[in-house]
Protein backbone atom coordinates (compact mmCIF):
# COMPACT_ATOMS: atom_id res chain seq x y z
CA UNK A 1 0.00 0.00 0.00
CA UNK A 2 1.17 3.48 -0.95
CA UNK A 3 1.17 5.94 2.51
CA UNK A 4 1.76 9.23 2.60
CA UNK A 5 2.99 11.51 6.03
CA UNK A 6 2.18 15.00 5.33
CA UNK A 7 2.74 17.35 8.32
CA UNK A 8 1.10 21.07 6.80
CA UNK A 9 1.83 24.38 7.24
CA UNK A 10 0.76 27.50 7.20
CA UNK A 11 0.36 29.74 4.47
CA UNK A 12 2.88 32.32 5.89
CA UNK A 13 5.08 29.46 6.51
CA UNK A 14 5.38 27.96 2.91
CA UNK A 15 6.71 30.82 2.06
CA UNK A 16 10.62 30.74 0.16
CA UNK A 17 11.44 33.44 2.07
CA UNK A 18 10.69 32.45 5.21
CA UNK A 19 11.67 28.41 4.51
CA UNK A 20 15.14 30.08 3.25
CA UNK A 21 14.74 32.04 6.97
CA UNK A 22 14.05 28.62 8.73
CA UNK A 23 16.92 26.66 7.09
CA UNK A 24 18.89 29.55 7.91
CA UNK A 25 18.10 29.62 11.61
CA UNK A 26 17.63 26.36 11.73
CA UNK A 27 14.24 25.32 12.72
CA UNK A 28 13.56 22.86 9.93
CA UNK A 29 13.78 20.15 12.45
CA UNK A 30 11.61 16.91 11.21
CA UNK A 31 8.80 16.41 13.08
CA UNK A 32 9.40 13.01 15.38
CA UNK A 33 5.48 11.14 15.33
CA UNK A 34 5.44 10.76 11.77
CA UNK A 35 8.87 9.92 11.22
CA UNK A 36 8.11 6.74 13.86
CA UNK A 37 4.78 6.02 12.44
CA UNK A 38 6.49 5.64 8.82
CA UNK A 39 9.45 3.77 10.20
CA UNK A 40 6.82 1.36 11.70
CA UNK A 41 4.69 0.87 8.58
CA UNK A 42 7.79 0.99 6.40
CA UNK A 43 9.44 -2.21 8.19
CA UNK A 44 5.58 -3.84 7.50
CA UNK A 45 6.38 -3.89 4.07
CA UNK A 46 4.33 -0.61 2.34
CA UNK A 47 5.46 2.13 0.87
CA UNK A 48 5.93 5.37 2.84
CA UNK A 49 7.07 8.93 2.24
CA UNK A 50 7.41 11.56 4.40
CA UNK A 51 6.81 15.07 3.64
CA UNK A 52 6.97 18.64 5.32
CA UNK A 53 5.09 21.43 3.95
CA UNK A 54 7.25 23.81 5.77
CA UNK A 55 11.01 22.45 4.36
CA UNK A 56 9.83 22.17 0.65
CA UNK A 57 6.69 22.24 -1.57
CA UNK A 58 5.02 19.14 -2.27
CA UNK A 59 3.77 17.44 -5.42
CA UNK A 60 -0.16 16.87 -4.96
CA UNK A 61 -1.03 16.27 -8.54
CA UNK A 62 1.51 13.45 -8.69
CA UNK A 63 1.32 12.13 -4.91
CA UNK A 64 -2.72 12.10 -6.23
CA UNK A 65 -2.45 9.13 -8.99
CA UNK A 66 -1.46 6.21 -7.08
CA UNK A 67 -1.27 6.62 -3.07
CA UNK A 68 -3.92 4.84 -1.34
CA UNK A 69 -3.61 6.48 2.14
CA UNK A 70 -2.96 10.51 3.31
CA UNK A 71 -1.87 10.78 6.80
CA UNK A 72 -2.01 13.79 8.07
CA UNK A 73 -0.41 14.99 11.06
CA UNK A 74 -1.71 18.25 12.91
CA UNK A 75 -1.33 20.63 15.60
CA UNK A 76 -3.63 23.90 16.14
CA UNK A 77 -1.66 25.88 13.66
CA UNK A 78 -1.52 24.03 10.78
CA UNK A 79 -5.52 22.67 11.28
CA UNK A 80 -7.05 24.37 8.63
CA UNK A 81 -4.33 23.97 5.83
CA UNK A 82 -4.71 20.15 6.91
CA UNK A 83 -8.61 20.39 6.17
CA UNK A 84 -7.78 21.97 2.88
CA UNK A 85 -5.45 19.54 1.63
CA UNK A 86 -7.86 16.32 3.07
CA UNK A 87 -10.88 18.06 1.18
CA UNK A 88 -8.70 18.27 -1.65
CA UNK A 89 -7.59 14.82 -1.49
CA UNK A 90 -11.20 13.66 -0.87
CA UNK A 91 -12.28 15.88 -4.55
CA UNK A 92 -9.36 14.71 -6.21
CA UNK A 93 -8.73 10.84 -5.51
CA UNK A 94 -10.11 7.84 -4.04
CA UNK A 95 -7.57 7.61 -0.95
CA UNK A 96 -8.12 7.08 2.72
CA UNK A 97 -7.46 10.12 4.78
CA UNK A 98 -6.32 9.45 8.76
CA UNK A 99 -5.30 12.38 10.64
CA UNK A 100 -3.46 12.40 14.13
CA UNK A 101 -1.21 14.62 16.21
CA UNK A 102 -1.73 16.75 19.09
CA UNK A 103 -4.80 18.85 17.72
CA UNK A 104 -6.43 15.56 15.98
CA UNK A 105 -6.39 14.46 19.13
CA UNK A 106 -7.93 16.92 21.46
CA UNK A 107 -10.74 18.01 18.92
CA UNK A 108 -11.26 14.67 17.04
CA UNK A 109 -15.04 15.49 16.00
CA UNK A 110 -13.65 18.42 13.85
CA UNK A 111 -11.25 16.46 12.46
CA UNK A 112 -13.92 13.59 11.44
CA UNK A 113 -15.36 16.64 9.07
CA UNK A 114 -12.77 16.13 6.59
CA UNK A 115 -10.84 12.59 7.40
CA UNK A 116 -12.21 9.34 7.37
CA UNK A 117 -10.39 8.00 10.53
CA UNK A 118 -9.03 10.16 13.33
CA UNK A 119 -5.97 8.46 15.50
CA UNK A 120 -6.36 10.12 19.02
CA UNK A 121 -3.00 9.63 21.39
CA UNK A 122 0.09 7.69 20.40
CA UNK A 123 -0.13 6.24 17.24
CA UNK A 124 1.45 3.39 17.45
CA UNK A 125 -1.32 1.84 19.74
CA UNK A 126 -4.38 4.76 20.35
CA UNK A 127 -7.90 4.78 19.62
CA UNK A 128 -9.56 5.10 16.40
CA UNK A 129 -12.65 7.28 15.34
CA UNK A 130 -13.99 6.69 12.05
CA UNK A 131 -16.13 8.63 9.91
CA UNK A 132 -19.86 7.90 9.38
CA UNK A 133 -20.11 8.89 6.09
C1 LIG B 1 9.56 18.56 20.25
C2 LIG B 1 8.47 19.58 19.93
C3 LIG B 1 8.72 20.47 18.90
C4 LIG B 1 9.96 20.40 18.04
C5 LIG B 1 9.79 19.28 16.99
C6 LIG B 1 11.11 18.63 16.68
C7 LIG B 1 10.97 17.19 16.28
N1 LIG B 1 12.09 16.62 15.94
O1 LIG B 1 9.91 16.59 16.29
C8 LIG B 1 10.02 21.83 17.41
C9 LIG B 1 10.85 22.74 18.28
C10 LIG B 1 10.52 21.94 15.98
C11 LIG B 1 8.56 22.25 17.55
C12 LIG B 1 8.01 23.24 16.80
C13 LIG B 1 6.70 23.65 16.91
N2 LIG B 1 5.82 23.27 17.90
CO1 LIG B 1 6.16 21.87 19.06
N3 LIG B 1 6.33 20.49 20.44
C14 LIG B 1 7.26 19.60 20.67
C15 LIG B 1 6.86 18.72 21.86
C16 LIG B 1 7.65 19.21 23.10
C17 LIG B 1 7.08 17.23 21.68
C18 LIG B 1 6.54 16.70 20.34
C19 LIG B 1 7.12 15.33 20.08
O2 LIG B 1 8.07 15.17 19.35
N4 LIG B 1 6.53 14.30 20.68
C20 LIG B 1 6.97 12.93 20.48
C21 LIG B 1 6.28 12.38 19.24
C22 LIG B 1 6.70 10.94 19.02
O3 LIG B 1 4.89 12.42 19.53
P1 LIG B 1 3.82 13.23 18.67
O4 LIG B 1 4.46 14.26 17.82
O5 LIG B 1 2.72 13.65 19.54
O6 LIG B 1 3.29 12.09 17.67
C23 LIG B 1 2.56 10.99 18.14
C24 LIG B 1 1.04 11.20 18.16
O7 LIG B 1 0.67 12.57 18.21
C25 LIG B 1 0.56 10.49 16.93
N5 LIG B 1 0.58 11.19 15.65
C26 LIG B 1 1.24 12.29 15.27
N6 LIG B 1 1.00 12.54 13.98
C27 LIG B 1 0.20 11.59 13.52
C28 LIG B 1 -0.36 11.37 12.25
C29 LIG B 1 -1.18 10.27 12.05
C30 LIG B 1 -1.79 10.04 10.70
C31 LIG B 1 -1.45 9.36 13.13
C32 LIG B 1 -2.32 8.17 12.92
C33 LIG B 1 -0.91 9.60 14.39
C34 LIG B 1 -0.09 10.69 14.57
O8 LIG B 1 1.44 9.38 16.85
C35 LIG B 1 2.77 9.86 17.14
C36 LIG B 1 3.61 8.73 17.67
O9 LIG B 1 3.08 8.21 18.87
C37 LIG B 1 5.33 19.03 21.98
C38 LIG B 1 4.73 18.95 23.38
C39 LIG B 1 4.39 17.53 23.75
N7 LIG B 1 4.71 17.17 24.96
O10 LIG B 1 3.86 16.76 22.93
C40 LIG B 1 5.24 20.44 21.38
C41 LIG B 1 3.98 20.86 20.67
C42 LIG B 1 3.49 19.72 19.79
N8 LIG B 1 4.41 22.01 19.75
C43 LIG B 1 3.53 22.90 19.66
C44 LIG B 1 3.69 24.03 18.80
C45 LIG B 1 2.62 25.10 18.92
C46 LIG B 1 4.75 24.14 17.91
C47 LIG B 1 4.99 25.23 16.85
C48 LIG B 1 3.73 25.58 16.01
C49 LIG B 1 5.55 26.45 17.60
C50 LIG B 1 5.71 27.68 16.72
N9 LIG B 1 4.96 28.72 17.05
O11 LIG B 1 6.44 27.67 15.76
C51 LIG B 1 6.12 24.64 15.98
C52 LIG B 1 5.59 23.92 14.72
C53 LIG B 1 6.69 23.27 13.91
C54 LIG B 1 6.24 22.73 12.59
N10 LIG B 1 7.14 22.04 11.91
O12 LIG B 1 5.15 22.92 12.13
C55 LIG B 1 2.30 22.65 20.52
C56 LIG B 1 1.06 22.25 19.70
C57 LIG B 1 -0.20 22.76 20.36
C58 LIG B 1 -1.42 22.41 19.57
N11 LIG B 1 -2.57 22.79 20.12
O13 LIG B 1 -1.43 21.84 18.52
C59 LIG B 1 2.83 21.55 21.52
C60 LIG B 1 1.77 20.55 22.01
C61 LIG B 1 3.46 22.31 22.73
C62 LIG B 1 2.40 23.05 23.54
N12 LIG B 1 1.94 22.50 24.62
O14 LIG B 1 2.00 24.12 23.19
N13 LIG B 1 7.92 21.50 18.49
Do not use: W
Request: glycine content about 10%; aromatic content about 6%; some cysteine.
Amino acid sequence: MKIVFITPTTALRRFPIYRAGGKIYGQSNSITGPLILGGILKRAGHDVSVYEELNGGVNYRKLLKDTDVFCFSIMTSNALRAYELADMVHEKSSARVIMGGMHATVLPEECLEHADQVITGEGEKDSAHDSQQ
